[in-house]
């Protein structure tokens, strides 16, 4: 270590970039600045730390860029630098670098949220043999203070209508109720992810009611346990709902319920870190790729492109560190659209493959809690009124979560977090108070907003490769119903990655080619 | 092997909150002396050695499937005899009791053997299963719920059943008119909210539930949603800080913090 680093151009592979492999360079902390300071080994005036980087476009005489290029000026560099090795310089060979990412990692995952954790998971579940993928995780915020998987109200269901969703989340059901099989850890508690069996029961008006039906129908197709009821049957069972204008309402029996989506996150994350993934807290800047050109059947020359390296810049710091990669995996949530723009997606001509972009972008929504005194009892379900709002039971007190979609026309800005109360006001509150007249007295505790990865296409999850950019999957723009299909999306990805096709669930439809041709797979069933 | 039984013992550490700081629980419920001892040189040894924490996975996992291997279904008998037959063998053989209708308590003694003579009642529905203590889980309820005219269901201190099978007994909820869950550690109250579906139900017992976390009020709400049912559970005031008697018993309680 001490020779390598008294000769700081040696450069053990190919110079320059763009070309054949980039190994070799081993780089270690690089500061992006403009022009000029690369880091060298001079030992600097001020108080900032040394850089050690080799860069590759030296020859083996120069140190840093400062040196000119005369015999005076290098001399006096090679002098700076030889001080700086003595006893107290500044050069410090044995930096600690253990909060930097790797130089390598054979598949970079970009979130680490729910469905970056349970990617990164069923990677390392599934590779055979173990322990032969390495798996890294850059997870820019590691409080998740904005992310969709901590804000998440946690509710499961399987009253979908299209039935690979039905199948993802019946698996995920599966994967919840022997959580403590799939992630367990030796020597840590098991975990209670605090899952209330109480079901989900949409209601619908009369122009939903045939909808409804053949939704059902698909769901028991499929193997949910749904029951349709009438306004009669509703009345006796729950006497506390209104049932005026509802037609027919559909009824979760089992799997369907709510539950605590931290839990899972953190049963996920320690898992991951004891099969041996990397974590990284840091921001993903840059792609670097190469392109080439072929030509498809038809004679269309297409540019096929490939993700070499990512940037991983460190928090609240100008460093970065260039991991090198073989896959990239774009689980970054409402965010994934631009990192996306970062890989090349969507640069292009509108209208061709090129040019067709991730439609997924933020959406915010709000979630509000308030207490009822009079309000529904222990035995209530996931409510989702034909209007739109829905509202569930939270613990003991008669306290409710609930909220609405806005429309189109009404979505909020997503810029920030702040909670606009007269949404409430305006929009969640009529209607559920004329569903549930105990709610016309009630008051709100507290409430907080989060962002959908909204898919501005058809509001369906984008899982699969790119057909373009070779190397980067996608698993996200799951619309408000990501977390209860995570378990089963990060299987469907890892079997795409290690086997190249989905195994157990066909997620064919949701492959991103559908944004290209059009072909939009609606679900109806949204909140 | 005691040490990997440690964290699948009775009472659950709950781990949700995030604490890393739970050895101290489950040493609070692992048995002290020599096991502790034991438990924490292996616990000491598998956080260094990668052979010894493989070893001690191997043998949680060992455990796991023992208890799915107890609950496997008895496909043969239920296509040869019948799904009543074919549950009651599954209940004896988990060291249960069974009661078919106009006949008498079948048990198996204390070695685990039983008489066979149930298999030629030709049709004859159970009535009551008494599962107290046995290792049923959510798998295993499959061969309950077959039974469609049972009347009477105990699952008193059983260690596997939990919130998710609770929400699996609505197909019984015709017959189904005694449940008793007294002593399931796994049992909390959002489970007992999927209890609704069975409005047959006139004797309910929820005492001594340990991850119930205001079993009081519970209590109180259980009752609310079962209004024909008597239930049997923890005490009105429990929970509540002893004062005079005019406090009034709300059920809005404040947010919990």
Redesign the interface.
């Known amino acids: 270590m001490l020779r390598r680093a008294l000769q700081p151009g040696l450069s053990r592979g190919v110079l320059g970039r763009g070309l054949g492999t980039h190994r070799g360079r081993s780089t270690l902390g690089k500061v992006e600045g403009s022009g000029g300071y690369r880091g060298s080994w001079v030992a600097p005036v001020s108080s900032y730390v040394t850089f050690r980087t080799r860069d590759p476009t030296h020859d083996g005489k120069t140190v840093g860029r400062l040196g000119e290029g005369d015999q005076n000026g290098k001399v006096s560099e090679i002098k700076k630098k030889i001080q700086s090795v003595l006893p107290r310089g500044a050069w410090n060979p044995l930096r600690d670098t253990s909060y930097l990412p790797p130089e390598h990692s054979d598949v970079v995952i970009v979130g680490g949220g729910v469905i970056g954790l349970s990617v990164a998971y069923w990677l390392k579940r599934l590779e055979k043999p173990q322990g032969a993928i390495r798996v890294l995780v850059v997870e820019r915020d590691h409080t998740y203070s904005q992310a969709s998987t901590a804000l998440s109200v946690g509710g499961i269901r399987q009253q979908f209508s299209v039935p690979e969703n039905i199948q993802l989340s019946l698996f995920s059901v599966e994967f919840l109720r022997n959580i403590n099989e799939y992630l367990a850890v030796v020597d840590d508690p098991p975990l209670d992810i605090q899952f209330n069996p109480s079901g989900y029961l949409l209601l619908a008006s009369e122009k939903g009611a045939a909808v409804m039906e053949s939704n059902v129908k698909v769901q028991r197709q499929e193997g949910a346990k749904v029951c349709l009821m009438s306004p009669e049957q509703l009345r006796n069972k729950f006497p506390w709902i209104n049932t005026e204008g509802v037609a027919l309402a559909s009824y979760g029996m089992e799997h369907e319920g709510w539950f605590d989506p931290w839990c899972l996150l953190q049963g996920l994350r320690r898992k991951v870190q004891s099969m041996g993934v990397l974590f990284c807290h840091g921001e993903v800047t840059r792609f670097v790729s190469s392109s080439s050109h072929t030509e498809t059947t038809s004679g269309e020359e297409v540019t096929l492109r490939r993700i070499h390296e990512v940037h991983v810049k460190m928090d609240r710091s100008l460093e970065y560190q260039p991991v090198e990669c073989a896959l990239v995996i774009n689980a970054a949530g409402a965010w994934s659209g631009q990192i996306a723009e970062l890989a090349g997606v969507g640069k292009g001509p509108p209208g061709t493959l090129q040019g067709t972009q991730l439609p997924v972008e933020l959406r915010k929504r709000y979630v509000y809690l308030w207490h009822c005194p009079q309000g529904p009892g222990l035995e209530t379900p996931f409510v989702i009124d034909a209007s739109g709002a829905y509202f569930r039971r939270e613990g003991l007190g008669n306290n409710y979560l609930g909220g609405c979609s806005p429309t189109e026309e009404e979505e909020p800005d997503p810029g920030n977090l702040e909670v606009d109360h007269d949404f409430f006001q305006d929009k969640v509150w009529p209607p559920l108070a004329q569903r549930v007249p105990a709610f016309e007295t009630l008051k709100v505790r507290s409430a907080w907003a989060g962002y959908y990865d909204y898919n501005t296409f058809d509001q369906n999850g984008v899982v699969g490769p790119h057909p373009l950019v070779v190397n980067m999957y996608f698993a996200t723009g799951f619309s408000g119903h990501g977390l209860q299909q995570a378990p089963a999306v990060g299987r469907a990805v890892a079997e795409m990655v290690l086997d190249g096709h989905f195994r157990t669930i066909n997620l064919s439809p949701f492959l991103f080619n559908r944004f290209y041709l059009g072909e939009k797979v609606q679900e109806h069933n949204i909140i | 092997m005691a040490a990997?039984r440690a964290?699948?013992h009775l009472v659950?550490?709950?781990?949700?909150r995030?604490t890393r700081g739970?050895?101290g629980?489950?040493r609070a419920v692992a048995p002290e002396g020599s096991q502790k001892k034991g438990r924490s040189l292996l616990?000491f040894l598998?956080?260094r050695f990668y052979d010894v924490?493989a070893l001690?996975?191997y043998l949680?996992r060992k455990q796991?499937l023992k208890v799915h291997q107890k609950n496997r279904p008895f496909t043969y008998i239920r296509e040869r005899f019948g799904p009543h037959a074919a549950g009651a063998y599954f209940i004896l053989k988990q060291g249960g009791a069974v009661k078919f209708q106009g006949k008498e308590w079948i048990r198996s003694d204390a070695r685990g053997h039983f008489s066979l003579d149930f298999l030629k009642f030709q049709a004859v529905p159970v009535e009551a299963v008494d599962a107290s203590g046995c290792a049923i889980n959510?798998q295993g309820l499959d061969s309950v719920l077959a039974l469609k005219e049972l009347q009477s269901l105990w699952l008193q201190r059983c260690p596997h059943v939990d919130?998710?099978c609770?929400?699996?007994l609505?197909p019984l909820a015709n017959s189904l008119q005694e449940l008793s869950l007294a002593g399931c550690p796994r049992i909390?109250?959002?489970?007992?909210?999927?209890l609704?579906?069975l409005q047959n139900l006139r004797r309910l017992d929820i005492s001594d539930l340990p991850a119930v976390?205001?079993p009081g009020?519970?209590r109180i709400?259980?009752e609310?949603?079962l209004p024909s049912c008597q239930v049997l559970g923890a005490d009105w005031a429990q929970g509540l800080p002893s004062g005079p008697e005019e406090q009034s018993r709300?059920?809005?309680?404040?947010?919990?913090a």
């Open positions: 990997p964290p699948l659950t550490p709950v781990w949700n995030g739970t050895r629980l489950s616990q598998a956080d924490q001690r996975e949680l796991v959510y919130d998710w609770l929400g699996r609505h909390s109250e959002r489970g007992l909210a999927s609704h579906h976390s205001n009020l519970t709400l259980v609310e949603m709300d059920t809005a309680s404040p947010l919990p």
